[in-house]
């Protein structure tokens, strides 16, 4: 989580943010968009989300709660495939460390699909069963971008939503463990993001 966190948080300042601010005046308009887009997903379909072991038993008793929650899983799931859509049509490099970052961040949004699933009472079947359903909204999302006309809108949007992702989710969840591993996770999927970048270069992949 903690490498993931990093990675993901470097890739959408240093990589995306750059981008999506260019795609024009209503780029930063729309990277808030993309921001607040899951935070109102997270604040009324899953209240109770967040990443890590689901905790929270007592408000997964309902059955309901854990549809709700996969609903709100779903979202963030169909904006990484966006991201990784989005950011092969601006350039490989891009995509490639969206997609690393996205992978990073597909760890421990499978485990928290699959706790909620267990914590709700459907047990190993009804874990594979939504983390089936987060794969199929991922790639959805990647195959939503049919018209390369819409990067302009979709990479700012993807840009919030990763930035989300990174800054309110699972920095937070870093930050409740004390520990200089964590930390230094955290630094290390940092200094991957920006290596990476110039590896890419450096192979030629534009």
Known sequence: MGLGAGFML????????????????????LILAGYFLVHFFEHTVAPH??????????????????WTALAGLSVHAFFDGLSIASGLAVSRSLGVLVFVAILLHKLPEGFTVA????????????????????AAATLFGALSLVDPAWVGVALPLSTGVTLYVAASD???????????RMAA???????????????????GLH
């Open 170 to 180: 699972l920095i937070p969840e870093v930050n409740a463990i004390r520990s200089f």
């Open 49 to 66: 989300f967040h990443f890590g072991e689901e905790t929270h038993e007592h408000a997964m008793d309902a059955p309901s709660a854990s």
């Open 115 to 134: 706790s909620i699933a267990m914590a709700s009472g459907q047990g190993r079947r009804g874990a594979l069963r939504s983390s089936l359903v987060l």
């Open 10 to 29: 470097a890739t959408s300042l240093v990589h995306m943010l750059p981008v999506a601010v260019g795609a024009g005046d209503r780029g930063p308009l």
């Open 185 to 203: 996770a955290v630094f290390a999927g940092v200094a991957l993001s920006l290596l990476g970048a110039r590896l890419l270069e450096a192979a």
